[in-house]
């Protein structure tokens, strides 16, 4: 299943190679059980709000189990590759209607022959604002330089291409096809049975 996983996930073979995988999946089926269960109609389900709340819960289970592994000396990698093909990964694990699977995480002992980095991020007066969104402190061409510089610093030294922060954006979002099908996401989550707000 994991070999399989992986092939979906973008040809990843550390998906195949870790000794587990989860799959993180945003779960409102169960609401539907619950209100034929009490033979009530529960039109909140299809509210966006609701969707949200459920990612962010998912998120957020998945950031403490990251943390708790760390914590036993284990290494994690987000895979947020499994929203390229959500109706695969739902035909994978069998998922029901109105479950999406949001990203896998990887799971295994680091390799201590390949040393790895934290990656760095932008400063925190960028991203962390005060009673008000400061757009100037967030937007600052020098930070974001800076930023561009530290990066493309940290990834030359761990052998991979020397890419940009501002590179990475705009080859990622400058062209839909280099999202590899999360482009077409509204759609899958409609036809996983979401309907995000269509009352």
């Given at each position: 299943r994991r070999a399989r996983l992986a092939k979906i996930a973008g040809d990843q073979d550390f998906i195949a190679?870790?000794?587990?995988?989860?799959?993180?999946?945003a779960d409102l089926s169960r609401l539907d059980h619950v209100g034929q269960a009490h033979g009530r109609d529960l039109p909140g389900v299809d509210c966006l709000d609701t969707f949200l709340a459920a990612v962010m819960d998912t998120a957020f289970a998945a950031q403490n189990a990251a943390a708790a592994f760390e914590s036993y000396g284990l290494g994690i990698v987000y895979v947020g590759a499994v929203r390229n093909r959500p109706e695969a990964i739902a035909a994978e694990l069998g998922l029901p209607a109105r479950t999406v699977?949001?990203?896998?995480?990887?799971?295994?002992?680091?390799d201590r022959q390949r040393p790895t980095a934290i990656k760095p991020r932008l400063p925190?007066?960028?991203?962390?604002?005060?009673?008000?969104?400061?757009?100037?402190?967030?937007?600052?061409?020098?930070?974001?330089?800076?930023?561009?510089?530290?990066?493309?610093?940290?990834?030359t030294a761990q052998g991979s291409p020397g890419r940009s922060w501002s590179e990475s954006v705009l080859a990622r979002l400058g062209d839909v096809s280099a999202l590899?099908?999360?482009?077409?996401?509204?759609?899958?989550?409609?036809?996983?049975?979401f309907v995000l707000g269509q009352t």
């Open positions: 190679q870790a000794p587990l995988f989860l799959a993180w999946v699977a949001l990203f896998g995480m990887s799971v295994g002992y680091p925190q007066h960028a991203v962390l604002h005060a009673e008000r969104y400061d757009s100037a402190a967030a937007n600052d061409p020098a930070v974001i330089a800076a930023y561009d510089e530290r990066l493309r610093a940290a990834r590899h099908g999360r482009e077409r996401l509204p759609e899958a989550l409609r036809g996983l049975g």
